[in-house]
C-alpha cells in the first residue's frame, strides 16, 4: 500500500471520480432531527418513511416565550446535535446524554435557528432580536460577530429557522407570523448572509393539513434538498442555485405528516452512518485486541476534524489506513502474510499513515483526514480497513467500514 498524505489523496482522484460524484446524487438523509417545545425530547425523524424515534436530554427545560424560539444544528465534529430552547444551549449525542451541558446562550437574544458551520469552524445562529450571530466552535462557544437580518421582530412574528449551504455558498433563513399563519424564506450569499437576493413566501401544498408558520430549517446541500418544519410536518424543496444571477428556483420533493405529541421547533440533517464489514483478526507476534475501525466525527465535507479511529492497535506496531472507492464487499482479496483479507474494492485509493502507536498493550490511533466543503465529493462513497504490522513478524487487520462522503 502506497504511503500518501490527505492532500495526495484528494489530488489523486481522476477526473471521473469528480464527474460521478457531481452527476450521481448523495443517498438521501437518514435522519431528521429536532427538538420539541413542551416536553423536551430529540425526536430523529426518517423523512422518507415519515417514521418518528425520541429521546429526552435529562432536565432539559421547555420552550416559554415567543412561538419563534428554539433550534437545532448538527455538530459533524462531535457527532451530535446542538439544542436550544431559546435562553439555553445544549449539545446531545444520539441517546440525548449531554456532549456540552446546558449553558446560557451567549447570542444577544434568545435563540430561534442554529446550524454549524463546520467549513469555518463556527456554529451559527439566529435570535430574537432579529440577529444573525457567528460563534467560534466550541463548549461553549464564543461570539464573533453579529448582522441584523432586518426582519422586525414582534411577539408572533420573528426569525424562526437558519441552515447553510457550505458547497455553494448559499445561507437560507425564514421567518413566520402566528397572527396571519404566513412564512417567509430568504436566500443569501454567505459572505453576505444578512442581505438577502432572494425573498419569497412559504406555502405546501404536500398534505391535506396546511403549513404553518415554520419553526425550522435545514439543508442536504449534497441533495440540494431544503428542508423546512412547521412543527408538525417536514416538507423538503429541491432547489437549484445560479450563481451567475445570483438566483434560485425551488421544487416541491417530499414530506411527511408524522403524529407528534409535540411541536418541533428547530431542524437538523443527521449524516447517515458508517457500516461496518467483517471481523478484525490478528497473526504472530500481534495480540488479539482486537482491532476495531471507527470514525471520527462525521464524514460530512467541510469537517476539518474529521479523521480515521482505530482502537485496540497494539502498541508498537506500525499501523496504516487503507482506502478505496466503493466500500467494502465480499469475498475480499487475499494478501499473502496477512491474517485475513482486504475487504475494500480494488483498487485501492491510497492510504493513510504510518503510525507508530506508543505505550503499552493495546492502545488507540487515529489519521487526520480534514474534508474540503467542495460539492464535487457529495455522494462520494469511500472504503477503509487498518493495518497494523507488529515486531516480529505478526500483522493484525480491522474491520472494514463503508461511509460517504455527504453536504449537510
Known amino acids: 500500500m502506497r504511503n500518501q ?29 429536532a427538538l420539541t417545545a413542551q416536553i423536551p425530547s430529540v425526536v430523529h425523524r426518517d423523512q422518507l418513511a415519515c417514521t418518528d424515534i425520541a429521546c429526552t436530554p435529562p432536565g432539559f427545560p421547555q420552550m416559554v416565550g415567543v412561538p419563534y424560539q428554539g433550534g437545532v444544528g448538527w455538530d459533524p ?15 446531545v449525542d444520539d441517546g440525548c446524554n449531554y456532549i456540552c451541558s446546558p449553558i446560557t446562550s451567549p447570542t444577544p437574544g434568545n435563540i430561534t435557528g442554529l446550524e454549524v458551520v463546520e467549513s469555518l469552524n463556527e456554529i451559527w445562529a439566529t435570535d430574537t432580536n432579529s440577529n444573525l450571530v457567528r460563534m467560534a466552535h466550541g463548549c461553549p462557544p464564543m461570539v464573533v ?45 454567505l459572505g453576505n448572509p444578512c442581505v438577502p437576493f432572494h425573498v419569497q413566501p412559504v406555502t405546501s401544498t404536500c398534505s391535506t393539513v396546511p403549513l404553518r408558520p415554520l419553526t425550522g430549517l435545514a439543508v442536504d446541500w449534497g441533495n440540494h434538498v431544503l428542508y423546512m418544519t412547521d412543527g408538525l410536518q417536514t ?21 411527511c405528516l408524522a403524529a407528534p405529541t409535540d411541536m418541533m421547533i428547530g431542524l437538523a440533517v443527521r449524516p447517515a452512518r458508517p457500516v461496518s464489514f467483517g471481523p478484525p483478526c490478528a497473526s504472530g507476534t500481534c495480540p488479539a485486541c482486537p482491532m476495531v475501525h471507527g470514525l471520527v466525527g462525521d464524514p460530512n465535507l467541510g469537517n476539518g476534524s474529521f479523521a480515521l479511529r482505530l482502537t485496540g492497535v497494539p502498541a508498537g506496531s506500525i499501523a496504516f489506513a487503507a482506502l478505496s472507492i466503493g466500500g467494502c464487499t465480499a469475498p475480499g482479496t487475499a494478501v499473502p502474510g496477512l491474517c485475513g483479507p482486504i475487504w475494500l474494492l480494488p483498487p485501492l485509493w491510497g492510504s493513510l499513515g504510518p503510525n507508530f502507536p506508543g505505550g503499552f498493550g493495546c492502545t488507540n490511533t487515529s489519521f487526520a483526514m480534514p474534508l474540503p466543503a467542495n460539492v464535487a465529493f457529495a455522494g462520494l462513497p469511500v472504503g477503509s480497513q487498518c493495518l497494523a504490522l507488529c515486531p516480529g513478524g505478526g500483522t493484525t487487520l480491522s474491520n472494514c467500514l463503508s461511509w460517504v462522503m455527504q453536504g449537510n
Do not use: M
Open 145 to 189: 460577530s453579529v448582522c441584523n437580518l432586518g426582519i422586525l421582530p414582534t411577539p408572533t412574528r420573528g426569525v424562526s429557522g437558519l441552515a447553510v449551504d457550505e458547497g455553494r455558498g448559499l445561507v437560507f433563513v425564514c421567518g413566520g407570523d402566528w397572527t396571519t399563519g404566513a412564512s417567509q424564506l430568504r436566500v443569501s450569499l
Open 77 to 91: 465534529k462531535r457527532s451530535g446535535a446542538w439544542i436550544s430552547n431559546g435562553p439555553l444551549l445544549a449539545l
Open 235 to 255: 416538507v423538503g424543496w429541491a432547489y437549484a442555485f445560479n450563481p451567475a444571477g445570483p438566483s434560485i428556483v425551488f421544487a416541491p420533493l417530499n414530506c
Open 5 to 33: 498524505t490527505h492532500p495526495a489523496l484528494l489530488a489523486a482522484l481522476p477526473a471521473i471520480l469528480f464527474a460521478a460524484a457531481t452527476s450521481s446524487a448523495q443517498a438521501p438523509p437518514a435522519e431528521l432531527v
